[in-house]
């Protein structure tokens, strides 16, 4: 509980927001490098961060940890930690791999068959492994590269897993949110057949060991997936597991049939045993795990309860709440945590970042028990405290966001963060035999915590008895982005504050809001590589309005645009509204 002599400031935000909850806890922790876990468990800190920050992770049968840096410059794209003195600590620090300067879906880490694999956006590499070298002696290997031409970085990150027969299975993300005639624009109908899961939206099979592969030496294994960060392959069972993005946006695109609790809540992240020539239903429908079935997209006609062809689709395992953004999945295989854990499935929930008007949410490592190859029971929460404050506004309020598991070869957990780069690694210290479901009763709690639990649909409306910040027009249509403060989330979407892009010239900006942009930009020094929407479907007026306001908040203090200087510029490039 709160200690009212310490936390009168904690408390009263979370009156002045509306927040209601049975249970509150504290938000930090000063034991286990921050985080709570369950009774018996404890964490070291292997590293506070690292230059290159982290994604996914691996560890060598010696100990030696692999980590994907989130921004490399070439040459630098795989961290190398390594602990001489036993102490837990990483005490030797180097980098190496890749071939060019990544951006930040660089992801995927594994160790398959004495090689080391990672990936950037566009390629999978591997390096082998050199017995007691920490940075392999061998030379950089490319098994896969990615030839599409990418207008659009959506969805574009390569995570990898393995089977036992030497097969390799490599996502390719959808381009699109929902594939739209126009991506990402209110009211525009989805394309049918889709085209774009011809070559995307699917996950691909490959030969692990083979060089120099592109797309079409592959076999698609499984389509209808828009997003895959986290998948594993289970060997109890013997079948590849996917964690779906679900689309986004529904209160943006679609307000005359959502409002934003349910755009909050929906669609749900998908936890889906692949098999194959599975199809998850993808761009059709979508998984409403409270109505526990899909439903039909608005773009192809659903209302949010129309189930129509979805029926015929490949239902989740478990239907997580929407926007969790589950981006690492691992099936313990070990023995040092107690048989409860055993062939269970740990899943790195990375945390939303378009939930407005309600919290932001998950940030935690969540645990999904198996028994002979199936799920055994509702998902716990194994460790929390990532986000040092509870609620979660702003996507950069967030302190650390949970992103990479591995299991070192004692059966310990790794788990490393993209913010900084800091990792841990968690180890059972109780006794086995001694646990219990009542050692799992606290972190139960947890899940009444706000960044958890089901938002009250009026208590906790960031917008409830106060006007919206920046208007109407800039809480529907930016803050999924941008987020309510301006900062963006730090990898996908810019900051509005300071950006050159704002404050500059005003033209430029007025024409980003008609006509979108998409392609590399950089943004106060870091590059970014996603999709910026048309919205010329805004009045004259409105986007006058917003684009005062950003440029007068978030620390800008640059002069207004008028209506009639928008009027101007939408005759020239030919847009309407």
């Known amino acids: 509980m709160f200690k009212i002599s310490n936390k009168w400031s904690t408390l009263l935000i979370l009156c002045a927001l509306g927040f209601t909850s049975d249970y509150r806890e504290d938000p930090f922790n000063t034991k286990n490098g921050g985080l709570f876990l369950p009774e018996g468990f404890e964490a070291t800190v292997v590293v506070d961060s690292l230059p290159g920050r982290a994604r996914h992770i691996a560890v060598n049968d010696n100990g030696d940890i692999y980590v994907k840096a989130r921004f490399a410059d070439k040459g630098e794209s795989v961290i190398a930690l390594r602990d001489t003195n036993k102490d ?22 594994r160790i398959y068959n004495g090689y080391l694999y990672f990936s950037s956006e566009l390629v999978v590499y591997r390096y082998k492994l050199t017995p ?19 207008g659009m970085h959506e969805h574009i990150a390569k995570p990898v897993t393995f089977d036992d027969k030497g097969n390799m299975y490599v996502p390719f993300g959808a381009n699109s949110n929902a594939c739209q005639e126009q991506n990402r624009t209110p009211g525009s109908k989805g394309m049918d057949p889709c085209s774009i899961l011809e070559d995307h939206g699917g996950i691909w099979k490959f030969d692990a060991n083979k060089q120099g592969q592109l797309q079409k030496d ?18 109890e069972d013997n079948n590849l597991y996917a964690l779906q993005h679900g689309r986004d946006d529904l209160l943006r695109l679609w307000p005359q049939l959502y409002n934003g609790w349910q755009s909050a809540m929906l669609p749900s992240e998908e936890f889906l045993r692949v098999k194959q020539g599975s199809d998850a239903g993808w761009p059709y429908c979508y998984y409403d795990q409270m109505l526990k079935q899909k439903v039909l997209n608005p773009e192809y006609g659903g209302d949010g309860k129309i189930v129509g062809r ?59 028990p198996f028994k002979n190859g199936q799920v055994a029971g509702e998902y716990e929460v194994f460790a929390d405290g990532f986000t040092g404050i509870d609620p979660v506004v702003n996507v950069s309020d967030a302190v650390y966001r949970p992103m990479g598991i591995a299991m070192g070869p004692d059966g310990s957990i790794y788990i490393a963060e993209t913010e900084k780069g800091k990792i841990w690694k968690v180890t059972y210290k109780g006794s086995k035999a001694k646990f219990n479901k009542a050692a799992l009763a606290k972190m139960e709690k947890r899940k009444l915590l706000s960044h958890i639990r089901t938002p009250d649909i009026v208590k906790d ?25 301006g900062m963006g989330d730090s990898q996908r979407f810019p900051p509005l504050g300071g950006s050159e892009w704002v404050t500059g010239d005003k033209d430029r900006l007025i024409k980003v809001l008609l ?54 510029l939408r005759g020239s490039e030919g847009t309407t509204n």
Request: hydrophobic share 35%; net charge neutral.
């Open 461 to 485: 409306n960031l917008d409830k008895d106060k006007p919206v910040a920046g208007g109407k027009v800039y809480s529907v249509y930016c803050t999924a982005c941008h987020q309510r403060n």
């Open 218 to 235: 592959g076999v698609k294994f499984a389509t209808g997936l828009r997003s895959v960060v986290g998948m594993d392959w289970n060997f």
């Open 132 to 150: 007691g070298d920490l940075v392999p002696q061998s030379k950089e290997e490319v098994i896969l590269t990615d030839d599409h031409a990418h």
């Open 88 to 109: 837990g600590r990483a005490d030797i620090i180097k980098t190496f791999g890749g071939a060019a300067k990544e951006r930040a879906y660089g992801t995927a880490m």
């Open 310 to 368: 979805c029926g015929v689709y490949e239902k989740p395992i478990i239907g997580f709440p929407g926007h969790w953004a589950p981006n690492d999945l691992l099936f313990y295989r070990g023995n040092q945590l107690p048989e409860h854990y055993k062939n269970g499935a740990f899943i790195a929930f990375h945390g939303s970042t378009n939930r407005a008007p309600y919290p932001q949410s998950s940030y935690f490592i969540g645990f999904v």
């Open 515 to 568: 006509k979108g942009l998409e392609g590399p930009i950089e943004v106060k020094g870091q590059s970014y590589n996603n999709v910026m929407p048309q919205h010329s479907f805004l009045k004259d007026e409105e986007i006058s309005e917003v684009l005062t306001h950003i440029r007068s908040n978030f620390g800008n203090n640059a002069g207004p645009v008028t209506t009639e200087e928008v009027a101007k």
